[in-house]
Nanobody, 127 residues
């Protein structure tokens, strides 16, 4: 079973940066596409970013394009989400998720496309 552990959350002021990590319990993590989602109070969990199995394709939610960057380090079985130019509206619990799509280039963006989820890490941005 795939276990995912997020880390790197915290509290920052607007304009600041954070780097989130998603570490997997398996050595074959490179066989999985990985996505980041966030859940803010009063809102539904929403897609943030995704990276394909191959690592060559990425996808972002419109509000984070140009500010967030997803990447993966296969040797460490870890996917990262770099958060720059943070805004108060980025405040949420951030979750990573993983699944094994047929295509190595596919970047799943829907919650239902992911089977495995982490427990989340809190990101708080103050104005």
């Amino acid at each position: 079973q795939v276990q995912l552990v997020e880390s790197g959350g915290g509290s920052v002021q607007a304009g600041g940066s954070l780097s989130l990590s998603c570490a997997a319990s398996i050595r074959t993590f490179s066989n999985y596409a990985v996505g980041w989602f966030r859940h803010a109070p009063g809102k539904e969990r929403e897609f943030v970013a995704a990276i394909s199995r191959s690592g060559t394709n990425t996808a972002y939610e419109d509000s984070v394009k140009g500010r967030f960057t997803i990447s993966r380090e296969k040797a460490k079985n870890t996917v990262y989400l770099q958060l720059n130019s943070l805004k108060p509206e980025d405040t949420a619990v951030y979750y990573c998720a993983a699944d094994r799509p047929f295509s190595g280039l596919y970047t799943p963006t829907g919650r239902a496309e992911y089977e495995h989820w982490g427990q989340g890490t809190q990101v708080t941005v103050s104005s």
